[in-house]
């Protein structure tokens, strides 16, 4: 569409320019006061046909610059739209995320106590069986098998992100940082939900669409001023052929001017 609008305000452009020059040439030859043209000189003249012809191309262009900016603007506020609903679903999904890996922190903290315990009234109870204390060493061992139970009963409460691995006394090892790190590429989704969203709605996503927005924003806006000058240039133009003979050159070169302006600035929304 770029090039299309281009090319017709260009053609446009030399259209103008070329009936700027005849008109400055007659008013160079004949500088005297005179009225509008009637209608059925206006009807007869080839001046004002060319007039008439070039403000009906440049309104087909107002148009065609109207829609495209109308689809500039829909096109940036459904990139906008996009972003936001993106970035919710990534926050949600890094939010039960952490989640998951805090709330298996804080188990594991509860899980270990209990590892912790169980190791050390096995080794107590190794003790007593060397010291030939039997009762105490079975006594010291039901505990064990106790605290046993208490810590397997805790680890379907596990959800998704495990301890990493169990030391000789007991102690449990709960990589929060990398658990955090592995997130991302094999997070613990939901029904529903995308599992690649961390990974590929991050910030930096994110960023691109909003500077596509941005950028088809400022296109509109661009657009919008061509369309801006495009009906300067109409106004004008009309002035020209309607208004006194020995003035219209002038109302004739700033229709002009306004039009070469409207194609600098969609050249530069094309290009954008």
């Not at 065609?64 to 739209?81: E, K, M, P, R, T």
């Amino acid at each position: 569409m770029a090039d299309l609008v281009t090319c017709a305000l260009a053609v446009l452009l030399l259209g103008g320019i070329f009936l700027l020059r005849q008109e400055w040439r007659r008013y160079r030859a004949d500088r005297a006061p005179a009225p509008p043209p009637t209608p059925e000189e206006a009807a007869l003249d080839r001046w004002n046909a060319g007039v008439v012809m070039l403000v009906a191309g440049l309104s087909v262009v107002g148009t065609i610059l109207a829609f495209w900016a109308s689809s500039q603007f829909s096109s940036a506020s459904g990139l906008s739209q996009q972003a936001v609903q993106e970035v919710t679903q990534y926050q949600t999904v890094k939010a039960e995320q952490d989640g998951y890996v805090d709330f298996g922190a804080r188990l594991n903290e509860l899980y270990q106590e209990h590892t912790v315990a169980e190791s050390a009234l096995y080794s107590q109870a190794a003790s007593a069986w060397a010291g030939g204390d039997h009762a105490l060493a079975r006594s010291l061992e039901s505990m064990a098998r106790v605290e046993g139970a208490q810590e397997r009963a805790l680890i379907p409460g596990f959800v998704c992100y495990w301890p990493s691995s169990r030391g000789t006394d007991g102690s449990v090892l709960y990589d929060q940082a990398g658990l955090r790190a592995s997130e991302v590429e094999s997070p613990c989704v939901q029904p529903g939900q995308d599992p690649s969203a961390l990974r590929t709605l991050d910030a930096a996503h994110t960023n691109a669409l909003e500077a596509s927005a941005a950028s088809d924003r400022s296109r509109a806006q661009e657009l919008v001023m061509a369309g801006a000058f495009v009906i300067v240039a109409v106004f004008f133009l009309t002035l020209s052929y309607l208004g006194w003979r020995h003035r219209r050159a002038r109302s004739l070169a700033t229709g002009v001017v306004a039009i070469a302006v409207a194609l600098g600035v969609t050249v530069l929304a094309g290009l954008a």
